[in-house]
C-alpha cells in the first residue's frame, strides 16, 4: 500500500519553482507484477499561484527501455508498470522524473525502483557429462556422469535440493557449487539390467517450492563375464549299431546371457580319444547348432557306449567356455550271427573221436560253444541237430550227448549238421558240420572163416612150400583189428610143431618148414591162433589139419636075393623038381602105401623063358615043367619088381639057380657068379642062404622092435642099419598096410632131415658104392632117388 503525501504550494506568483517533496524516492515492485500497478506516486509543490503554480510531472531523460515499462501519469504523479518485469532480467530500474509549472519552471526528483524476487524459476537440471556405456565391471563409487542444477531466481528461490530415485544403484555426490557426480553404488549386471532411465530431481526452496527433473538413459555395457552354460548337466544320445553315418544324435545346448558376440555360442568337440581314435572319427557337432552328428557307423560288437566332451564357447574376448559330457549308447542289432567255436571249426568241418566204451546213451561227446557277437535276445542261443546221419543218435542240447549206443563196428562215423540260432529278429544262425567218427575198442576177437582148415600136401614137399592159408577177420579198428597169425606150441611126434610148420603172421599163409614124409606119419594137428594187436589182445584158435600124401618115392626093395655084388647067391633046384614046384621066392618090399607099394613081379630075362614063372605077386619061382636033363644046369633070371605108382617105379635083381642034386657038381661057382647067365647053385645053397637070411630079418625085427617101443628115434635106428653090412635094411615090418607089403616108417628119414642134408647123403652114400654127387642128386626126383639106394644098377625105370 502506497501512501502519497502530497504537497500543495500555492503560489501566487511565478516566482517559485515547483519542489518535490523528496529528492530521491524509493519503491519495490515484485517481478510479474500486473500491468499497471501503481509503483509510486510522485508529487512536487509550487508556491505560486494559479497557472504558475500548476505542477506537471513527466520523465526526465529515460531510455526507451523504461519508456517502454513504466510510465507516470503526468496530473497525479503515479508511476505505473506497463510491462512484465522480471527480477530475472533487470533487478532495479532508476527514472529521472521531472516536475515543471505551467510557465515552464521545473525541477528533478529520482525514483528507484527496486524489483522485488518471486519463486517464478524452477531448477534446471543439465548434464554437462555422462559415460553413456557403464562396463558392467565398473566398480562402486565410480563417477559416471556430471550434473548440474541451475535457479535463476535469487535467495532462497535458488536453494535446490537435487534427489535421485531410488532402486538404482547410483547416487548423486554434491561436488562443486550447483554441481554433483553421479557415482555407482554398486556392481553393475548388464544381465540383469542392461537400461537404466535415472530420474534426477531438483527442487528450489522457495514458497511455494519449485521443482525440475530429468531423466538420463543409462546403458549399461557388456563385458564377456558369463561362459555359456549347458541346458542339460549331461546329453545322452541313443543309436542303433549300423547307423548311416551323418546321422544326428542329439542335439546340445548351451546359453550365454551376454551381448552379441559375447554371448554368440559356438560348439565344438573336445579332442579326445575313444578307443584309440580322435573323437571327431566318431563325431562331428555342428558349431552353431548344437546337433551332433555320428560321423561313421558304429558296431555295438565293438563298443557299447563312447563319452565324448563337447566345449560350448562364446565370441568373447577372451572367450569364455564351458564343457560337457555327451554319453552315446549304442543299442545290438541283430547283425552277428552265432558262430560255433567248438568242435572247432575248420572249414566249417571238424573231426572229433568218440570212445565208444564210455559212449553209452546220455555220455557227453563233446561241448558246444557257440558264441553271437550281439548281445541280449540277439545273442540268446539255441542248438539244433539239423541233419544227422542217424538222427536221434544226439540230443539237441548244448552239448552233444549220445542218446543211444555206439557200435563203431556198424557205424564208424557220424556226420552231423549242427545249427545255432540266436533269439533275434531276424534270426541268424550259425552252422557247422561236425565229423565224428567213432574211436575203436578191441571189442571183437579175430574170427576165423572155417571153423577147421586141412591142408593137403603130398610127401616130400619141398621145404617153405605153402600148405594153406588161414584167415581170420577182425573188423575193428587199425592195430584192434590188425590179424596176427601164430602157431600155438605143441608136439607132432615129439617134435615142435614149429619144426614142421610155420605161419606167416600177416598172410596167414602156412608152410612146411620141412619135407614131409608120408612113411614117417600121415596127417597131424596143430592150432593156429588169430590174435588182434589190441591191448589187451584177443584171439581165437583154429585147427589146421595137415593130410600128407602119399608119393611113389621109393622104389621096391630086393630083399632077397641079395643084390649084386655085395653077395653071392644061387639057388640050387633039385633035379627031381616037378612042374609047379616052388623053387625060390624074390621078396621084396616098398616103403610107398597104397598102389605106390603094390608090387608086381616079372621075369624080364630068362636062359630057359619057358622053365621057370614068377607069381606076379608073391614072387614066387616056379618050375613050370619037370626039370629034365636037357634043361642047362645053370639058368639065370632077371626078375623085375614094379610097384603100381605113377610113374610106377621097379627094382630088378638076377636070380642064379643052379639045377644041381649035388653042390660039387658046381664046380665053378665064381665062374657063375660073374656069369650071369649061366650061374647055377644048389638048392642047399639056396635054402642055407634063404635060411640065414630069414635068421637075420628076424633079429633085426625083433631088435629093432623093441627098440621102437621103448623110443622111437629114428636117427639111431637108421644108424643101427648101417651098422650091418650088406643091407640098410628097413628094421621095422610092424606096420604091414593092406597090400602086404612091408613098410619101413624110419628109411629115409636121415635124408628128410632138413639142414643136414648133405651129411645125412654122404652118410647114404658111404653105405651104397654107386654114388652120385650131392649136388646132383638133391636135384633128383623121388625116383631117382631110388637108383642112389637103388638095389640093381642096371634097373630101367618104366
Ligand atoms: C527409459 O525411458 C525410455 C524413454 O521413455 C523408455 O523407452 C525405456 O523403456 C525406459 N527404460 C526403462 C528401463 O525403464
Ligand atoms: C583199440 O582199442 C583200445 C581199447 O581197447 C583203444 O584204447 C585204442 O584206441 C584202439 N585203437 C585204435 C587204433 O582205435
Ligand atoms: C587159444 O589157445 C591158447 C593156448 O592154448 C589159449 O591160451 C587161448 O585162450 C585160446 N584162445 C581161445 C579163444 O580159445
Known amino acids: 500500500q502506497l501512501l502519497l503525501v502530497i504537497h500543495v504550494t500555492v503560489l501566487d506568483a511565478n516566482d517559485n519553482a515547483p519542489v518535490f517533496s523528496q529528492a530521491v524516492y524509493k519503491a519495490s515492485l515484485p517481478e510479474n507484477s500486473p500491468i499497471g500497478t501503481v509503483v509510486i506516486t510522485v508529487s512536487a509543490t509550487d508556491a505560486d499561484e494559479g497557472v504558475n503554480g500548476d505542477v506537471t510531472y513527466e520523465f526526465g531523460h529515460v531510455t526507451d527501455e523504461v519508456m517502454k515499462i513504466f510510465s507516470i501519469d503526468n496530473k497525479v504523479g503515479e508511476i505505473r508498470v506497463m510491462d512484465t518485469v522480471d527480477y530475472e532480467v533487470k533487478a532495479s530500474y532508476e527514472i529521472r522524473i521531472k516536475a515543471k509549472d505551467g510557465l515552464g519552471l521545473s525541477s528533478y526528483a529520482q525514483v528507484i525502483i527496486s524489483i522485488t524476487d518471486v519463486n517464478d524459476n524452477a531448477p534446471v537440471v543439465s548434464l554437462k557429462s555422462l559415460t553413456n556405456q557403464i562396463p558392467e565391471n565398473t566398480p562402486a563409487g565410480t563417477e559416471v556422469g556430471i550434473i548440474n542444477v541451475q535457479d535463476r531466481d535469487s535467495e532462497n528461490n535458488r536453494q535446490v535440493r537435487c534427489s535421485i530415485q531410488e532402486n538404482v544403484p547410483f547416487k548423486l555426490v554434491p561436488s562443486i557449487k550447483n554441481y554433483y557426480s553421479l557415482v555407482t553404488t554398486g556392481q553393475l549386471d548388464r544381465e540383469l539390467v542392461s537400461d537404466y532411465n535415472i530420474t534426477i530431481t531438483a527442487t528450489d526452496e522457495g514458497s511455494p517450492p519449485l521443482s525440475s527433473s530429468k531423466t538420463i538413459q543409462l546403458s549399461v555395457a557388456d563385458i564377456n563375464d558369463n561362459p555359456p552354460v549347458f541346458e542339460e548337466q549331461s546329453y545322452s544320445a541313443y543309436v542303433s549299431e549300423n547307423n548311416k553315418p551323418g546321422s544326428s544324435l542329439c542335439t546340445v545346448s548351451a546359453r550365454d546371457p551376454d551381448w552379441r558376440q559375447n554371448g554368440t555360442v559356438i560348439y565344438s568337440l573336445l579332442p579326445g580319444e575313444v578307443n584309440g581314435a580322435s573323437v571327431s572319427s566318431y563325431l562331428s557337432v555342428n558349431g552353431d547348432t548344437g546337433v551332433i552328428h555320428a560321423v561313421r557307423s558304429f558296431d555295438y560288437e565293438q563298443f557299447r557306449s563312447f563319452k565324448v566332451q563337447v566345449m560350448a564357447r562364446d565370441n568373447g574376448s577372451p572367450p569364455l567356455s564351458s564343457n560337457v559330457t555327451v554319453s552315446v549308447f549304442i543299442s545290438d542289432v541283430n547283425d552277428n550271427s552265432p558262430q560255433i567255436l567248438y568242435p572247432a571249426v575248420e572249414g566249417s568241418s571238424f573231426m572229433t573221436e568218440l570212445v565208444p566204451k564210455a559212449a553209452h546213451g546220455g555220455s557227453l561227446v563233446s561241448k ?11 545273442a540268446w542261443l539255441s542248438y539244433h541237430i539239423v541233419k544227422a546221419t542217424d538222427p536221434g543218435l544226439f540230443r539237441n542240447t548244448v552239448e552233444l550227448v549220445l542218446d543211444k549206443e555206439l557200435d563203431r563196428e556198424k557205424q564208424k562215423e557220424i556226420n552231423l549238421l549242427l545249427t545255432a540260432l540266436d533269439g533275434g529278429s531276424p534270426q541268424r544262425s550259425g552252422t557247422v558240420v561236425i565229423h565224428l567218427s567213432v574211436a575203436d575198442i578191441n571189442d571183437n576177437p579175430p574170427m576165423f572163416e572155417e571153423q577147421s582148415y586141412s591142408a593137403y600136401v603130398s610127401e616130400n614137399n619141398k621145404p617153405g612150400s605153402s600148405l594153406c592159408a588161414v584167415s581170420a577177420r577182425d573188423p575193428d579198428w587199425r592195430q584192434n583189428g590188425t590179424v596176427i597169425y601164430s602157431l600155438l606150441p605143441g608136439e607132432v611126434n615129439g617134435a615142435s610143431v614149429s619144426s614142421y610148420l610155420s605161419v606167416n603172421g600177416d598172410t596167414g599163409v602156412i608152410h612146411a618148414v620141412r619135407s614131409f614124409d608120408y612113411e614117417q606119419f600121415r596127417s597131424f594137428k596143430v592150432q593156429v591162433m588169430a590174435r588182434d594187436n589190441g591191448s589187451p589182445p584177443l584171439s581165437s584158435n583154429v585147427t589146421v589139419s595137415v593130410f600128407i600124401s602119399d608119393v611113389n618115392d621109393n622104389s ?68 613050370q615043367r619037370d626039370i629034365s636033363e636037357s634043361d642047362s644046369m645053370k639058368q639065370n633070371l632077371i626078375v623085375a619088381v614094379k610097384d603100381n605108382g605113377q610113374p610106377s617105379l621097379s627094382a630088378t635083381c638076377s636070380m642064379y639057380l643052379l639045377i644041381s642034386d649035388n653042390l660039387a657038381e658046381v664046380p665053378e661057382l665064381k665062374d657063375i ?24 630079418l628076424t633079429f633085426i625085427i625083433i631088435i629093432l622092435g623093441v627098440r621102437f617101443c621103448r623110443r622111437r628115434k629114428p636117427r639111431l635106428l637108421f644108424d643101427g ?70 638095389v640093381c644098377d642096371d634097373s630101367p625105370e618104366v
Open 368 to 378: 558246444v560253444i557257440a558264441v553271437d557277437a550281439d548281445s541280449g535276445q540277439n
Open 556 to 623: 621096391p626093395q630086393i630083399l632077397y636075393p641079395a643084390p649084386e655084388g655085395s653077395s653071392f647067391m644061387t639057388e640050387l633046384v633039385p633035379k627031381a623038381a616037378h612042374g609047379g614046384s616052388l623053387v625060390s621066392k624074390v621078396i621084396a618090399v616098398d616103403a610107398d602105401s597104397g598102389q605106390n607099394a603094390w608090387l608086381s613081379y616079372h621075369i624080364v630075362k630068362a636062359t630057359d623063358p619057358g622053365l621057370f614063372s614068377i607069381d606076379l605077386h608073391s614072387g614066387e619061382i616056379r618050375t
Open 673 to 696: 657068379s660073374y656069369d650071369e647067365k649061366n650061374s647055377k647053385l644048389t638048392s642047399y645053397l639056396i635054402i642055407a642062404l634063404v635060411s640065414v637070411s630069414t635068421f637075420f
Open 721 to 790: 642099419a648101417v651098422a650091418i653090412p650088406g643091407a640098410y635094411l628097413p628094421p621095422n615090418y610092424a606096420d604091414v598096410d593092406g597090400t602086404g607089403t612091408l613098410r619101413s616108417t624110419y628109411n629115409y628119414d636121415a635124408y628128410l632131415t632138413t639142414g643136414s642134408r648133405t651129411s645125412d647123403f654122404k652118410f647114404v652114400s658111404s653105405y651104397n658104392d654107386n654114388t652120385l654127387p650131392a649136388d646132383q642128386t638133391l636135384k633128383k626126383s623121388p625116383t631117382d632117388f631110388t637108383d642112389v639106394f637103388g
